[in-house]
């Protein structure tokens, strides 16, 4: 296995810096890049199994968010990993993964498995 992927899947390792500046911009999808994307589902994984989804719908007074375990969950990888679920109006979208890995938080991109 290479420093470059976990589990065979694909990732990559992003080196932006910006100086310690807040900056506001739009998440362009990943497959696509069109920016009309969306992120209303979050998975924390962890090495032990205790994981959860977290959901947010709804939008003012009617939005809310709900949180459910995740026994089958794959395994956050030795420590825990954060997965963004990417729902993009131009094509089916994916997921990004933050592993906790070596010291490092890798990122890894997968497109759902229907996708181009
Ligand atoms: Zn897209």
Do not use: Y
Request: charged share 20%; proline share 4%; hydrophobic share 30%.
């Amino acid at each position: 296995m290479s420093d470059d992927s976990i589990d065979g899947r694909e990732s990559i390792l992003l080196g932006v810096g910006v100086g310690g500046q807040i900056r506001s911009t739009f998440l362009a999808c990943p497959w696509c890049n069109d920016t009309w994307t969306h992120i209303d589902v979050v998975d924390v994984l962890s090495a032990s199994g205790s994981s959860f989804e977290i959901t947010a719908s709804g939008e003012d007074e009617t939005s809310r968010t709900t949180a459910r375990a995740l026994p089958n969950a794959r395994s956050g990888g030795r420590r825990h990993s954060v997965v963004l679920h990417i729902d993009c109006e131009m094509c089916p979208g994916g997921e990004i993964s933050f592993l906790q890995h070596k010291g490092q938080t890798q990122v890894e991109l997968s497109p759902v498995p229907d996708h181009e």
